[in-house]
Protein backbone atom coordinates (compact mmCIF):
# COMPACT_ATOMS: atom_id res chain seq x y z
CA UNK A 1 0.00 0.00 0.00
CA UNK A 2 1.51 3.21 -1.18
CA UNK A 3 0.40 6.68 -2.09
CA UNK A 4 0.83 7.66 -5.31
CA UNK A 5 1.79 11.11 -7.32
CA UNK A 6 -1.86 12.45 -8.17
CA UNK A 7 -1.38 13.90 -11.96
CA UNK A 8 -3.23 17.17 -12.65
CA UNK A 9 -5.05 19.05 -15.16
CA UNK A 10 -2.11 19.96 -18.03
CA UNK A 11 -0.57 16.39 -17.58
CA UNK A 12 -1.42 14.88 -20.86
CA UNK A 13 -2.19 11.41 -19.64
CA UNK A 14 -5.87 12.65 -18.09
CA UNK A 15 -6.78 13.47 -21.42
CA UNK A 16 -6.34 9.89 -22.87
CA UNK A 17 -8.63 7.38 -23.26
CA UNK A 18 -8.15 4.08 -21.10
CA UNK A 19 -7.83 0.88 -21.55
CA UNK A 20 -10.15 -2.11 -20.50
CA UNK A 21 -8.35 -4.52 -17.72
CA UNK A 22 -8.67 -7.83 -18.78
CA UNK A 23 -7.37 -9.67 -16.07
CA UNK A 24 -7.00 -8.72 -12.19
CA UNK A 25 -3.03 -9.45 -11.09
CA UNK A 26 -0.63 -8.96 -8.44
CA UNK A 27 -0.32 -5.76 -10.22
CA UNK A 28 -3.73 -4.78 -10.37
CA UNK A 29 -4.45 -5.52 -6.89
CA UNK A 30 -1.76 -3.66 -5.85
CA UNK A 31 -2.61 -0.23 -8.16
CA UNK A 32 -6.16 -0.73 -6.44
CA UNK A 33 -4.72 -0.91 -2.94
CA UNK A 34 -2.89 2.41 -3.69
CA UNK A 35 -5.75 4.24 -5.21
CA UNK A 36 -7.73 3.74 -2.55
CA UNK A 37 -4.98 4.92 0.03
CA UNK A 38 -4.25 8.24 -2.18
CA UNK A 39 -7.92 8.95 -2.56
CA UNK A 40 -8.57 8.58 1.26
CA UNK A 41 -5.05 10.83 1.95
CA UNK A 42 -6.35 13.57 -0.07
CA UNK A 43 -10.07 13.76 1.14
CA UNK A 44 -11.66 12.71 -2.27
CA UNK A 45 -14.52 10.81 -2.86
CA UNK A 46 -13.50 8.98 -5.84
CA UNK A 47 -9.97 8.31 -8.22
CA UNK A 48 -9.70 6.90 -11.55
CA UNK A 49 -6.43 5.24 -12.25
CA UNK A 50 -5.60 7.67 -15.05
CA UNK A 51 -5.09 10.25 -12.38
CA UNK A 52 -2.23 8.40 -11.19
CA UNK A 53 -0.66 8.04 -14.59
CA UNK A 54 -2.33 4.74 -15.51
CA UNK A 55 -4.29 4.29 -18.40
CA UNK A 56 -6.41 1.68 -17.33
CA UNK A 57 -10.50 1.60 -17.00
CA UNK A 58 -10.27 1.12 -12.96
CA UNK A 59 -12.07 3.86 -10.38
CA UNK A 60 -12.67 3.29 -6.40
CA UNK A 61 -15.14 5.60 -4.85
CA UNK A 62 -16.04 6.19 -1.42
CA UNK A 63 -18.64 8.85 -0.56
CA UNK A 64 -18.46 7.64 2.68
CA UNK A 65 -20.37 4.16 3.05
CA UNK A 66 -17.03 2.59 2.48
CA UNK A 67 -15.73 1.72 -1.00
CA UNK A 68 -17.06 0.84 -4.36
CA UNK A 69 -14.24 -0.26 -6.69
CA UNK A 70 -15.42 -1.00 -9.95
CA UNK A 71 -13.67 -2.15 -12.95
CA UNK A 72 -14.32 -1.37 -16.27
CA UNK A 73 -17.31 0.29 -15.45
CA UNK A 74 -19.94 1.38 -18.17
CA UNK A 75 -23.20 3.32 -17.26
CA UNK A 76 -25.90 1.77 -18.80
CA UNK A 77 -29.04 3.66 -17.55
CA UNK A 78 -29.17 7.64 -16.24
CA UNK A 79 -32.31 9.46 -15.27
CA UNK A 80 -33.25 12.95 -13.85
CA UNK A 81 -31.27 16.01 -13.05
CA UNK A 82 -28.96 17.40 -10.67
CA UNK A 83 -26.84 20.76 -10.65
CA UNK A 84 -24.18 21.52 -7.98
CA UNK A 85 -20.72 22.00 -6.89
CA UNK A 86 -18.51 19.44 -8.12
CA UNK A 87 -14.69 19.04 -7.31
CA UNK A 88 -11.15 17.25 -8.83
CA UNK A 89 -7.74 15.68 -7.30
CA UNK A 90 -6.44 16.75 -10.32
CA UNK A 91 -7.71 20.02 -10.66
CA UNK A 92 -6.59 21.27 -6.96
CA UNK A 93 -7.97 24.15 -4.30
CA UNK A 94 -10.98 24.98 -7.38
CA UNK A 95 -14.37 23.96 -7.94
CA UNK A 96 -17.32 24.66 -10.25
CA UNK A 97 -21.09 23.92 -10.80
CA UNK A 98 -21.73 20.85 -13.16
CA UNK A 99 -25.16 19.18 -14.06
CA UNK A 100 -25.31 15.37 -14.14
CA UNK A 101 -28.14 12.93 -13.99
CA UNK A 102 -29.48 12.05 -10.42
CA UNK A 103 -29.42 8.42 -11.12
CA UNK A 104 -26.92 6.02 -13.04
CA UNK A 105 -27.07 2.35 -13.27
CA UNK A 106 -23.27 0.71 -13.74
CA UNK A 107 -22.24 -2.29 -14.79
CA UNK A 108 -18.62 -2.94 -13.81
CA UNK A 109 -16.49 -6.03 -12.64
CA UNK A 110 -14.75 -6.71 -9.06
CA UNK A 111 -11.42 -7.74 -8.23
CA UNK A 112 -12.37 -11.76 -8.99
CA UNK A 113 -13.52 -10.37 -12.10
CA UNK A 114 -17.45 -11.23 -11.16
CA UNK A 115 -19.85 -8.87 -12.74
CA UNK A 116 -21.88 -6.73 -10.82
CA UNK A 117 -24.03 -3.63 -11.10
CA UNK A 118 -23.98 -0.56 -8.66
CA UNK A 119 -27.33 2.18 -8.52
CA UNK A 120 -26.58 5.25 -7.40
CA UNK A 121 -28.32 8.71 -6.71
CA UNK A 122 -27.29 12.19 -5.72
CA UNK A 123 -23.65 12.38 -4.68
CA UNK A 124 -22.99 8.83 -5.85
CA UNK A 125 -24.09 9.38 -9.17
CA UNK A 126 -22.51 12.37 -9.53
CA UNK A 127 -19.17 10.55 -8.33
CA UNK A 128 -19.39 7.71 -10.53
CA UNK A 129 -20.45 10.34 -13.46
CA UNK A 130 -16.94 12.11 -12.80
CA UNK A 131 -14.70 9.21 -12.24
CA UNK A 132 -16.18 7.38 -15.94
CA UNK A 133 -15.62 10.19 -17.78
CA UNK A 134 -11.92 10.33 -16.47
CA UNK A 135 -11.47 7.04 -18.20
CA UNK A 136 -12.41 8.63 -21.71
CA UNK A 137 -9.66 11.29 -21.17
CA UNK A 138 -12.27 14.22 -19.78
CA UNK A 139 -12.41 16.31 -16.96
CA UNK A 140 -15.02 18.11 -15.29
CA UNK A 141 -13.93 21.02 -15.80
CA UNK A 142 -15.42 20.68 -19.66
CA UNK A 143 -18.62 20.52 -18.05
CA UNK A 144 -18.13 23.74 -15.84
CA UNK A 145 -21.17 26.24 -16.31
CA UNK A 146 -20.02 28.87 -14.69
CA UNK A 147 -16.37 28.85 -14.59
CA UNK A 148 -14.20 27.38 -11.61
CA UNK A 149 -13.95 29.35 -9.02
CA UNK A 150 -11.64 28.84 -5.72
CA UNK A 151 -12.14 26.54 -2.96
CA UNK A 152 -13.10 28.46 0.57
CA UNK A 153 -10.28 26.51 2.41
CA UNK A 154 -11.33 27.77 5.69
CA UNK A 155 -15.16 26.51 5.50
CA UNK A 156 -13.33 23.17 4.08
CA UNK A 157 -11.86 22.91 7.43
CA UNK A 158 -14.47 22.74 9.90
NI1 LIG B 1 -11.62 13.86 -10.90
Do not use: W
Not at 39 to 50: D, T
Not at 81 to 91: D, K, R, Y
Amino acid sequence: MAIRNIREMGDEILNKKCREVTEVNDRIRTLIDDMLDTMYESNGVGLAAPQVGILKRIVVIDIGEGPYIMINPVIVETSGEQTGNEGCLSVPGKMGTVTRPNYVRVEAYDEEMNKFEIEGTELLARAICHECDHLDGHLYVELVEDGLHDVNYEEDDE
